[in-house]
T-cell receptor, first 112, second 114 residues
Framework: GNSVTQMEGPVTLSEEAFLTINCTYTATGYPSLFWYVQYPGEGLQLLLKATKADDKGSNKGFEATYRKETTSFHLEKGSVQVSDSAVYFCARLSGSARQLTFGSGTQLTVLP | DTAVSQTPKYLVTQMGNDKSIKCEQNLGHDTMYWYKQDSKKFLKIMFSYNNKELIINETVPNRFSPKSPDKAHLNLHINSLELGDSAVYFC?????????????FGPGTRLTVL
């Protein structure tokens, strides 16, 4: 079936550190891939997406590249800020399943 | 302008009660969804409607009944609430249920069953 495996948290970094949150997906079909972010007490916001192999999604300094050969969509940011503290969700959208399948979420805390 | 809105934001109720959560989107989208987020932050689809027709109905107790009076609204009614129903419920919408479409989420409704 469709699944998404995400790096377990929590992740704690100092401000300006490099961030990587790993995400892999099952290779069934040709899914679109997403990263959503949930700030404390808020709903999910789309952070970035990629719809086909080798696409790179980017937003607010975050990047992720759709890697079909490794079935991965790792989230990266070169220099995190305290305001990036949130829960990050990787997700895949399959047309046949018509639904988003989420990873388990990774809590990121950035310390000043 | 709020794209996807939900009411109420918080809902505290007793076991056995019946309650509803409302969702509205002003994005002109054709498809709407309900997701449940448990205490460990795990998110799972419950229902999806496309143009007022049910297209996804995951394994959810039949105490949960979605209702879509028009394509801008998808309400969730829950009968005979149980302790395990305590969670955050998110509404979302997208243009269509195809593979490329981004889903936009509401702010969530935190349901606490006592």
């Amino acid at each position: 079936g469709n699944s998404v495996t995400q790096m377990e948290g929590p992740v704690t970094l100092s401000e300006e550190a490099f961030l990587t949150i790993n995400c892999t997906y099952t290779a069934t079909g040709y899914p679109s891939l997403f990263w959503y972010v949930q700030y404390p007490g808020e709903g999910l916001q789309l952070l970035l997406k990629a719809t086909k192999a080798d696409d790179k999604g980017s937003n607010k300094g975050f990047e992720a590249t759709y890697r079909k050969e490794t079935t991965s969509f790792h989230l990266e940011k070169g220099s995190v800020q305290v305001s990036d503290s949130a829960v990050y969700f990787c997700a895949r959208l399959s047309g046949s399943a018509r639904q988003l399948t989420f990873g388990s979420g990774t809590q990121l805390t950035v310390l000043p | 302008d709020t794209a996807v809105s939900q009411t109420p934001k918080y809902l505290v109720t007793q076991m056995g009660n019946d309650k509803s959560i409302k969702c509205e989107q002003n994005l002109g989208h054709d498809t709407m969804y309900w997701y449940k987020q448990d205490s460990k932050k795990f998110l799972k689809i419950m229902f999806s409607y496309n143009n007022k027709e049910l297209i996804i109905n995951e394994t959810v107790p039949n105490r949960f009944s979605p209702k879509s009076p028009d394509k801008a609204h998808l309400n969730l009614h829950i009968n005979s609430l149980e302790l395990g129903d305590s969670a955050v419920y998110f509404c979302a919408s997208s243009q269509d249920p195809g593979t490329r479409d981004t889903q936009y989420f509401g702010p969530g409704t935190r349901l606490t069953v006592l």
